[in-house]
């Protein structure tokens, strides 16, 4: 029941087998430093390359937050190179709203069930196959292959790809990136979708100020907990405005929704357009807005105290264009008359990211998809979330989140199971993706290209 199916092909069986472990060693990052365990997923990956020739490096930037990275040296040290950037980490379950064991790497029915089985444990096992599979064969590279397997994606990377990018950057340097959310098939044609780039990110706190007090007495107090619900819900009322980008343009083409299309292009009636896009609802709102979203709310110790102090910490991820001051601007402009009571703190800040798609690798990334899908097109889409990919777009890097996953998984369903109850990834997609990424390493880094970028 559980071991990898005769109708894999080779790549898809050796990654399917990489999988059931990585999911199995439950590296489950809750955003504590000393969660996540990456290091198993190193050790794991260790054997797995044993007799390949191919050792690399392990950093530990804190106890048992391991990351791996092995790189193929080059023939032509002007050819560019290639890093394939895999987080090991996984997000923690809640087991209760689960079918199977999120921790078993069951295989039923063709479908492999784990947290991790798509974000990102099954791309992190297909690098490593493609990886090996390119020092076993004797292919010698023109430009350099580097495989990362990198913790705490999960948590903002600062013991990934984050660390990595502060203290070792030579490391883990690389002119072209390939790395997770990428491969829905979109529409009826279908396209394929790449990550192209991601949204931004400005958290922000406000702090609320109110009056404590006696909680038997409620008429007439100024609890800090009424009014911040009172600016969580004033929160989640206001429209930022609705910006039409080009990924969304081409992605409400590729829907196929026939009338409605025109209306999830037009600022003036996307509201009215949503529902129209089902389980794409949350995804088509997030491509279209700045949101803020109000996740952790905080008031209150005792039961008969009417609290004084209370804190909201808004996760707000913004569109390519907008900056600090104008998520500052929407906060203040949401809460009116609440900001009498309440302090905006905060400044951090991440520009969205956004990579070019014309560039060499992208061309072999269409090709790669073509000989599995001769009809599909690439469909270029920037990422509601954050990926470890920003930390080399900011560095003026392209990075593109690639994969091709068979047509059981549309991107609405592909998305519910992205940190969900029952997460798991059928065996069609996992031969489709790992085939598809040997291709494109050995494609892509055993054509001239020309000289590296100018970065
Ligand atoms: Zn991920």
Redesign the pocket.
Known sequence: MSAPSDRQTPLGRQTTLLLQELIRNAAVNDGTPDSGHEIRQVRTLQAFFEGSGLEGVVVEPHPGRGNLVIRIAGTDPHAPSLVLLG?TDVVPVEPAGWERDPFGGEIVDGVLWGRGAI??LDLTAAYAVVTREIARSGFRPRGDLVFAAVAD??NGGHYGAGWLTEHLVDLIDADYVLT??GGAPTGSLPSVGVMVGEKGQAPRTLRVTGVPGHGSAPWGAQSAAVIAAEAVSRIARFRTPTVITPQWRAYADALDLGPTTAALQDPERLYEALPATGALQGFAHASTHTTISANVIQAGEKLNVIPGEATVRLDIRVLPGVDGDEVDGYIREALGDLLDHIRIEGDQFVESTVSSTDTPLFDVLRKAVRRARPQADLLPMLGAGG?DGRFYRLRGIPSYGFGVLSDRWDYGTFRTLFHGHNERVDLDSIDLTVNALDHVVREFLGTDHGVRLAR
């Open positions: 987080h974000d990102m994606e999960e997770e959310s990926t």
